[in-house]
T-cell receptor, first 118, second 112 residues
Framework: GAGVSQSPSNKVTEKGKDVELRCDPISGHTALYWYRQRLGQGLEFLIYFQGNSAPDKSGLPSDRFSAERTGESVSTLTIQRTQQEDSAVYLC????????????????FGEGSRLTVL | LAKTTQPISMDSYEGQEVNITCSHN???????ITWYQQFPSQGPRFIIQGYKTKVTNEVASLFIPADRKSSTLSLPRVSLSDTAVYYC?????????????FGAGTRLFVKA
C-alpha cells in the first residue's frame, strides 16, 4: 500500500492475555519505529528497527513487551500478560534509511492500534 | 538528545496567524528541528523541517534564530481544520529513531 498499515485498528482484551500488533511499513523503508500514546499524552518511544535488527530497545517498558521484524518489512509488537496500564494507542512509523543521503528525518506514521485492557 | 519545551495549549480564531515557539537550549550541532501535526485518532504527520534561518513550504514557515536555541512554527491564516496537536522534535536525522522527544506537544484550538 501507499502508507503505513497497522492492524488491528482496535483491540479489546482481558487482563493477563497476550496481544500481537502488526505493522506494514511503506515499501522500501528500512527504518521502523514503535511508539505508545496514552490518552491525552505525547508519544513514547518503544523500539527502533534498522532492517531486521533493533539497535535501540531502550523504550520497551518491561520484559512483557517484545518486537520483531522480518524480511525488512512487517513488524509485530507483542505484549504478554497484558495489564490495564498497557491500554493506549500503539503507533508504528517508517522512514528511509537514516544514514542515507535521501533521508530527511521524516517519519511516516500509521493510524495506530488502539488497545484496551479490561 | 535535546529536550524541547512548548506551550501546552493555544487558542486562536479562524483567519489569524498562529506562532508556536519551541525551546531547545541544548541543541547539538548535527541536530535538525522538525515539526509534526497530529489530528485525533490519527498518527502524526510531518509539517516542516529546518536547520537554521527560515524555511517555508505550502503549509507553514519555520523560523530559527542564529543561536538555534528555539524555533517558531508559523501557521498563516488558520482554519478550524488546523485544530490539532503540534510537536517540536530535535534530533540528528542521520542516527535514526526519534526517541522520547515528541513530548506532550502544543494543543491548538481554532475557533470560528
Amino acid at each position: 500500500g501507499a502508507g503505513v498499515s497497522q492492524s488491528p485498528s482496535n483491540k479489546v482484551t482481558e487482563k493477563g492475555k497476550d496481544v500481537e500488533l502488526r505493522c506494514d511499513p511503506i515499501s522500501g523503508h528500512t527504518a521502523l519505529y514503535w511508539y505508545r500514546q496514552r490518552l491525552g499524552q505525547g508519544l513514547e518511544f518503544l523500539i527502533y528497527f534498522q532492517g531486521n535488527s533493533a539497535p535501540d530497545k531502550s523504550g520497551l517498558p518491561s520484559d512483557r513487551f517484545s518486537a520483531e521484524r522480518t524480511g525488512e518489512s512487517v513488524s509485530t509488537l507483542t505484549i504478554q500478560r497484558t495489564q490495564q496500564e498497557d491500554s493506549a494507542v500503539y503507533l508504528c512509523a517508517s522512514s528511509l534509511d537514516p544514514s542515507g543521503r535521501a533521508h530527511t528525518g521524516e517519519l511516516f506514521f500509521g493510524e495506530g492500534s488502539r488497545l484496551t485492557v479490561l | 538528545l535535546a529536550k524541547t519545551t512548548q506551550p501546552i495549549s493555544m487558542d486562536s480564531y479562524e483567519g489569524q496567524e498562529v506562532n508556536i515557539t519551541c525551546s531547545h537550549n541544548n541543541i547539538a550541532t548535527n541536530d535538525y528541528i522538525t515539526w509534526y501535526q497530529q489530528f485525533p485518532s490519527q498518527g502524526p504527520r510531518f509539517i516542516i523541517q529546518g536547520y537554521k534561518t527560515k524555511v517555508t513550504n505550502e503549509v507553514a514557515s519555520l523560523f530559527i534564530p542564529a543561536d538555534r536555541k528555539s524555533s517558531t512554527l508559523s501557521l498563516p491564516r488558520v482554519s478550524l481544520s488546523d485544530t490539532a496537536v503540534y510537536y517540536c522534535l530535535v534530533g540528528d536525522i542521520g542516527t535514526g529513531g526519534f526517541k522520547t522527544i515528541f513530548g506532550a506537544g502544543t494543543r491548538l484550538f481554532v475557533k470560528a
